[in-house]
């Protein structure tokens, strides 16, 4: 009963907010959108927050590369020559 209550209630919220119409053009917004403009403005801040997260995450896990290479290879030879 609760999984059948769990599949229909978003098919059904879908057919109230949407209907059978469809935008006409790119510029139209959205349902939803219209509805709640402050929620989409949070999704758009939440994304580009994502994109550059994404950039920093990958900066440290080279300069963590880096690190370790250097470590391995430049100073651990260092050291093994002086023994």
Known sequence: MVASAAIVS???????????????T???????????????????????LMKS?????????LRAWLCDFADQWIFGGAVCSFK
């Open 10 to 24: 978003p098919a059904s919220s879908r057919l109230f907010l949407y209907g059978k119409r469809q935008r006409k």
């Open 26 to 48: 790119v510029a139209e917004k959205d349902v939803l959108e219209a509805a709640q403009p402050f929620i989409y403005k949070l999704l758009e801040i939440n994304i580009s």
């Open 53 to 61: 997260r994404g950039t920093v995450i990958r900066f440290k896990r």
